[in-house]
């Protein structure tokens, strides 16, 4: 009969302490600066409550072969702890994640150089700010720092971008 009475009152304060659930979209250009700077692409979609929220990225970095800098395309899943509000329009948050990462250097076809491709598990590390703009309208700004597996040619890769972001 505890156990129950004990279930009901986490649940009605789970029911009252609750806020409603937010989403928000980023489209995202920036640099990869591990070992060399290179343009990043990508997308973030995410869901969150007050403080916490969980979001996908997917995003992918062009390579360099001539300054032996990898194309990194990395997909992960986040969880962010930002301001329950913004500060004068600012909203700063941290993120922490793991995903998936495929490094690749050259060209299978070609001999030289010689073809690099590696595949495994990956962890970042970051934080940024969601700056409002115009109603739903937000800039997001974010640095990240990538923890690739043992056979990445470069690790940690650090990125850096910006974005448009979509609240809704």
């Keep these: ?93 941290f993120t922490t994640g793991a995903g998936l990462y495929r490094e690749t250097l050259g060209d299978r076809a070609v001999a030289a150089p010689p073809f690099h491709q590696d595949t495994g598990i990956a962890l970042n590390t970051g934080g940024g700010v969601k700056v409002s703009l115009i109603g739903p309208v937000r800039l997001r700004v974010d640095y990240r720092v990538f923890k690739l597996g043992s056979g990445a040619l470069n690790s940690p890769a650090h990125r850096l971008y910006a974005g448009l972001n979509l609240k809704f």
């Design 1 to 93: 009969m505890k156990l129950i009475r004990a279930i009901a009152m986490a649940t009605l304060s789970c029911g009252l302490l609750a806020t409603p659930a937010f989403a928000d979209i980023t489209g995202f250009i920036g640099a990869n600066t591990t070992p060399a700077n290179r343009q990043v692409r990508g997308v973030a979609a995410g869901i969150g409550l007050l403080i916490v929220a969980f979001e996908f990225e997917f995003a992918n970095t062009t390579d360099d072969p001539l300054a032996s800098a990898p194309s990194l395309t990395t997909g992960s899943g986040n969880i962010l702890f930002q301001t329950p509000v913004a500060f004068f329009g600012f909203q700063p948050y």
